[in-house]
């Protein structure tokens, strides 16, 4: 069993929906990011967050560090949304486990 | 602001070949990473430098895999003698230090096909 589990694995939805994405983790963190990788692109971190729920934009992300589970939400969903969304979770001091990511597709 | 960059960003290679990435971090980022991306996984961590020393390459295999950061600057990655299983994307990330939970920043990655 991966230290950190995404669900679900791929994601289909039509343009305007409102999506959740999970992550659990089985180990103590000190911190947990939400990364969006394109086809073909880099990585770029959406959020980094230790408790609570950060906001930017249409993008959402929470986190519950009683229950080892984070979710990013987003609203009002667009194509250019399709990605791979990645969580990954600091172990430790540095060293950053990453869930195999949940792959999007907004349909329009 | 110039982001992380890597070059190639693609190579083809036969198995038993040799090949090596480079990677210029972040200017003034002291912490510079080697991830491995085999495809529908997420990223693994290969090696970890701060400046010009190894911080953790628990998860490297040495016997083909070699890193250097000889100045604390750009990095190179070397494979020799590739694998098929070798096949991913190779990405390059840095933080501007180790201090725990500094956001990392990727590079665009090196696709590498072995056949």
């Known amino acids: 069993k991966n230290e950190v589990e995404q669900s679900p694995q791929n994601l289909t939805a039509q343009e305007g929906e409102f999506i959740t994405i999970n992550c659990s983790y089985s180990?103590?963190?000190?911190?947990l990011h939400w990364l969006q990788q394109h086809p073909g692109g880099g990585i770029v971190s959406l959020f980094m967050?230790?408790?609570g729920k950060k906001k930017h934009g249409r993008l959402i992300a929470t986190i519950n560090i009683q229950e080892k589970h984070s979710s990013l939400h987003i609203t009002a969903s667009h194509p250019r949304d399709s990605a791979v969304y990645i969580c990954?979770?600091?172990?430790?001091?540095?060293?950053?486990?990453f869930g195999q990511g949940t792959r999007l597709t907004i349909n329009p | 602001e110039a982001g992380v960059a890597q070059s190639p960003r693609y190579k083809i290679i036969e198995k038993r070949q040799s090949v090596a990435f480079w990677c210029n971090p972040i200017s003034g980022h002291a912490t510079l990473y080697w991830y491995q991306q085999i495809l529908g996984q997420g990223p693994k961590l290969l090696i970890q430098?701060?400046?010009?020393?190894?911080?953790?390459d628990s998860q490297l295999p040495k016997d083909r895999f070699s890193a250097e950061r000889l100045k604390g600057v750009d990095s190179t990655l070397k494979i020799q003698p590739a694998k098929l299983e070798d096949s991913a994307v190779y990405l390059c990330?840095?933080?501007?230090?180790?201090?725990?939970?500094?956001?990392?920043?990727f590079g665009p990655g090196t696709r590498l096909t072995v056949l």
């Open positions: 967050l230790s408790s």
């Open positions: 180990v103590g963190i000190s911190a």
């Open positions: 990330a840095s933080s501007l230090d180790h201090g725990g939970t500094d956001t990392q920043y």
């Open positions: 430098f701060q400046n010009n020393g190894v911080v953790d």
């Open positions: 990954a979770a600091h172990k430790g001091a540095q060293k950053l486990v």
